[in-house]
């Protein structure tokens, strides 16, 4: 059964910094697009990041450009996002999220994930 299970989150001041990771079962996805997506209450859910299958290729939100940094390790079958900068609009569920295999184009659409994770909140105050 594949899974995604997200870590990481929690409270953190304005400023401050959090890394949350993704831990993938089921099968390998050394061959699947990563991403990560968030959803603040009273919002629809919205792209934060993704990476291709080397981890040579990443695309990001606007909003989060130059704060956040998405990183895979395809040995661990983990992917991370170290935030950085952390302002209280950062605040939602962040979840983790998987293409198919083989599909190569890094989505910025969560229609064009296939398996999706629990979700972990983040909470910055300010």
């Known amino acids: 059964q594949v899974q995604l299970v997200e870590s990481g989150g929690g409270l953190v001041q304005a400023g401050g910094s959090l890394r949350l990771s993704c831990a993938a079962s089921?099968?390998?996805?050394?061959?699947?697009?990563m991403g990560w997506f968030r959803q603040a209450p009273g919002k629809e859910r919205e792209f934060v990041a993704a990476?291709?299958?080397?981890?040579?290729?990443?695309k990001s939100a606007d909003s989060v450009k130059g704060r956040f940094t998405i990183s895979r390790d395809n040995a661990k079958n983990t992917v991370a996002l170290q935030m950085n900068g952390l302002k209280p609009e950062d605040t939602a569920v962040y979840y983790c999220?998987?293409?198919?295999?083989?599909?190569?184009?890094?989505?910025?659409?969560?229609?064009?994930?296939?398996?999706w994770g629990q979700g972990t909140q983040v909470t910055v105050s300010s």
């Open positions: 999220a998987a293409r198919s295999s083989y599909r190569t184009i890094v989505g910025t659409f969560g229609y064009q994930y296939d398996y």
């Open positions: 089921g099968r390998t996805f050394s061959n699947s697009v």
């Open positions: 990476i291709s299958w080397t981890g040579d290729s990443t």
